[in-house]
């Protein structure tokens, strides 16, 4: 049996680089709820302006960033459009009726993508009585829809008919420096789009903790607010900030690896098992794979027995595999080695 596990399972299993704890141990702290700790204060300024907007605040995950916004964008017993496989809906723990007293209006889209047209069919008519619409999301990448990348035209689209409603458009942006990486636009091209968005620098960028809310200065304002309310105001959090600081500096451009690791696992298994994955939806970090007859949940279990290879199962008949800074090729191809011989079987 081979020694080292190959860990497809999700981009957050990765482990801080001995240049990013080097970062950590060396970073200036105090106490970020009084305003003082410069780390934290440097990659905030760094992060508003890389995303060309006023303002950016570090929340202690992508849950919290995510209901932070939520919070701030749409007011408690309003209804927020999103496409019904979403991270938001699916994912985190019902807190956006919890905590933002929020109801979704869930919209199947094909490839996870809304359109200007789904959209403008989600929204009520702004009369009694009638629930409130106040609020569009999008999740860029789609994380459940394989890695897919919303376009710049999509997004103008739904920036249409949100402003012609007169409601924000929020992004998750987990996974936006992947859809940025692939598809070659800027990062403040996709903020421009939206009122606020937040990005993840524990996902495929290998920081240990930390997502960004990123918006205008008093939306920012509001969701230091709304951060402190939900317990994510932290200390001497600059140790943490200093690793996001280094991924931001270290660990975009390589994101292209993981996407043409993913992409030549897709194709490695397609060679064989031309049912099992569409290479060419393969456009980020992530291949979802169809296991057909097999359950995929045995799948999992062999893999991890046998190979050593984790991999996630994210429904009965459907794997989900996972490229990142952990993962190199040799490791894509011993897994793809593996699914290709106990699909095949
Ligand atoms: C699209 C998306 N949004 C939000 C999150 C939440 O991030 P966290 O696990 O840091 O709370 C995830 C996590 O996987 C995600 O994939």
Redesign the pocket.
């Known amino acids: 049996m081979p020694h080292t596990p190959v860990d497809l399972r999700?981009d957050?299993v990765t482990r801080p680089t001995t240049g990013m704890r080097r970062a950590m141990a060396e970073a200036e702290v105090g106490d970020d709820v009084y305003g003082e700790d410069p780390t934290v204060i440097a990659l905030e300024r760094e992060v508003a302006e890389r995303f060309g907007r006023e303002a950016a605040l570090f929340a202690p995950?992508?849950?919290?960033a995510?209901q932070i916004a939520l919070r701030v964008l749409a007011a408690p017993g309003t209804e927020v459009v999103v496409e019904a496989a979403a991270?938001l809906v699916a994912?985190e723990a019902g807190a956006h009726a919890q905590l933002g007293g929020l109801q979704f209006r869930t919209v199947d889209a094909p490839g996870g993508i809304l359109t200007a047209d789904l959209v403008r069919a989600a929204l009520r008519p702004a009369a009694f009585p009638y629930t409130t619409s106040s609020l569009v999301c999008i999740?860029q990448t789609s994380?459940r829809w394989g890695g897919t990348v919303y376009d710049l035209g999509t997004l103008d689209g739904i920036r249409g008919v949100a402003d012609e409603a007169g409601i924000a458009v929020y992004a998750?942006g987990?996974?936006i420096f992947n859809a940025s990486v692939a598809t070659g636009v800027d990062v403040a091209d996709y903020a421009r789009r939206v009122e606020a968005l937040m990005f993840?620098a524990?996902?495929g960028l290998g920081a240990p903790v930390g997502?960004i809310v990123v918006g205008d200065r008093d939306l920012v304002e509001q969701a230091r607010h709304w951060r402190r309310v939900y317990g994510g105001a932290m200390r001497q959090v600059g140790v943490l900030a200093a690793a996001v600081r280094y991924a931001l500096s270290h660990h975009v451009d390589r994101l292209a690896d993981d996407h043409a690791n993913a992409r030549h696992l897709a194709e490695t298994v397609a060679t064989e098992l031309p049912g099992a994955v569409d290479p060419t939806g393969v456009v980020t970090n992530m291949v979802y794979l169809d296991t057909g007859a097999v359950p995929a949940a045995d799948v999992v279990r062999d893999l991890a027995a046998e190979d050593r290879v984790l991999v996630g199962s994210m429904g009965p008949n459907l794997l989900r595999v996972v490229t990142h800074l952990d993962v190199d090729r040799e490791g894509c191809d011993r897994a793809a080695e593996a699914l290709v011989r106990r699909l095949g079987a």
Request: proline share 0%; glycine share 6%; hydrophobic share 15%.
């Open positions: 999700s957050t995950t992508g849950v919290m995510n991270h994912y999740e994380n998750d987990a996974r993840s524990s996902k997502s």
